[in-house]
């Protein structure tokens, strides 16, 4: 079975900061990929990010970028220079290779960005 | 990436009554999923329905309660039957994506429904 934990219930950043929201899985999967998505106030659920478990390089899309440790199981994203329309909430989830295509979410992270 | 759309976008009920959910895609898809979210919660997944056959309900979810129309391979429909205020969510539908080989799910903009 895959689990996602996000220990951040709510974190809070300064415009024009970076700002790391953390995910930590569990599988026994050996090929799986890991994703982000966010969610602002409208409710609508837009795709991030992608990491597959054999890529080496963090992948990255814009401001995102997700800081990929294999060997501890997380998958943090990152997002640089944060805008006052990067408050929302955000999930990590997984999926397993040769799955069905029903990803595993977490909890979610809600982020607000100060002026 | 699909283009999703899901109509209503917002709705506020009574009780007792029911709301069919509406959920269109450009392209022709083989699978089709749909979740609910409660306040403050994740995604649950409630069904997927496959074109030409019944959908498949997770546990807690009933076709008497959800029932999923799927005509075509573009379009689904999902009802909320009997509703009470502890349906109050946001229901949203998706499509699968292959991402390099691992499998996630694009989203539409969901339906925001408040029940009293």
């Known amino acids: 079975a895959q689990k996602i934990t996000q220990t951040q219930p709510g974190m809070f950043v300064q415009e024009k900061e970076a700002v790391t929201l953390d995910c930590t899985y569990d599988?026994?999967?050996?090929?799986?990929?890991l994703f982000w998505y966010k969610q602002p106030s409208s409710g609508e659920m837009i795709f991030l990010i992608y990491?597959?478990?054999?890529?080496?390089q963090n992948a990255t899309e814009g401001r995102y970028s997700l800081n990929f440790q294999k060997a501890r199981k997380s998958a943090n994203l990152v997002i640089s220079a944060s805008q006052l329309g990067d408050s929302a909430m955000y999930f990590c989830?997984?999926?397993?290779?040769?799955?069905?295509?029903?990803?595993?979410f977490g909890r979610g992270t809600s982020l607000i960005v100060h002026p | 990436s699909a283009v999703i759309s899901q109509k209503p976008s917002r709705d506020i009920c009574q009780r007792g009554t029911s709301l069919t959910i509406q959920c269109q895609v450009d392209?022709?898809?083989?699978?089709m999923f749909w979740y609910r979210q409660q306040p403050g919660q994740s995604l649950t997944l409630i069904a997927t329905?496959?074109?030409?056959?019944?959908?498949?309900?997770e546990s807690g979810f009933v076709i008497d309660k959800f029932p999923i129309s799927r005509p075509n391979l573009t379009f689904s429909t999902l009802t909320v039957s009997n509703m009470s205020p502890e349906d109050s969510s946001i229901y949203l539908c998706?499509?699968?994506?292959?991402?390099?080989?691992?499998?996630?799910?694009?989203f539409g903009p969901g339906t925001r429904l408040l029940v009293l």
């Open positions: 329905a496959n074109q030409g056959s019944e959908a498949t309900y």
């Open positions: 998706s499509v699968p994506k292959l991402l390099a080989g691992s499998e996630t799910q694009y």
């Open positions: 990491q597959g478990s054999y890529d080496e």
């Open positions: 599988t026994s999967d050996q090929s799986y990929g």
């Open positions: 989830a997984m999926s397993r290779s040769g799955g069905s295509y029903i990803p595993t």
């Open positions: 392209s022709q898809v083989t699978m």
